[in-house]
């Protein structure tokens, strides 16, 4: 079991925050039995929580899409999310990783290649607001590889 002793500082929350918002809408959404559309999104509990909760309702408003979001202890989140990549179960759409998890999830071969979704939003790349080194961080193999995060 993976135990991560970290704690983020309230700046890098946020710019995870502000990310995470956006990368829903590379994905687009999943339909549930009732047709209605709907993304789930696994996050660390804390501020991530209460800021993407008020988030999630501003969305919704604007796009009809319903987000849940699965809160987890810093500790178990990695975890949870290495057990439903590694099952492929589907039950998160996107998860909030730390950047020492990633090289595990890349090598596993369980993420998403995200630039062939840029282009179906009119995108040709990431927003040029990303820092590119934090951007560098997203590819396997590190600044050159496949994007399979966005920052």
Not at 48 to 54: M, T
Not at 89 to 101: F, K, S
């Amino acid at each position: 079991m993976y135990a991560p002793e970290m704690t983020l500082k309230r700046s890098t929350l946020f710019r995870i925050l502000a990310a995470l918002l956006p990368a829903t809408l590379l994905f687009g959404s999943c339909q549930t039995r009732t047709g209605k559309k709907t993304l789930t999104l696994a996050i660390n509990s804390g501020v991530e929580g209460d800021a993407l909760r008020q988030a999630a309702k501003d969305y919704e408003q604007q796009t009809g899409v319903h987000i849940d979001i699965a809160e987890f202890p810093y500790a178990n989140l990695f975890e949870k999310e290495l057990i439903d990549l590694n099952s492929r179960t589907g039950a998160y759409d996107l998860i909030m990783l730390d950047d020492p998890w990633f090289p595990k999830f890349a090598s596993l071969d369980v993420l998403t290649d995200l630039m062939p979704l840029l282009p179906k939003r009119g995108l040709q790349k990431p927003d040029d607001d990303f820092v590119a080194s934090s951007l560098a961080l997203c590819r396997q193999p590190y600044q050159t590889g496949t994007l399979l995060a966005l920052p």
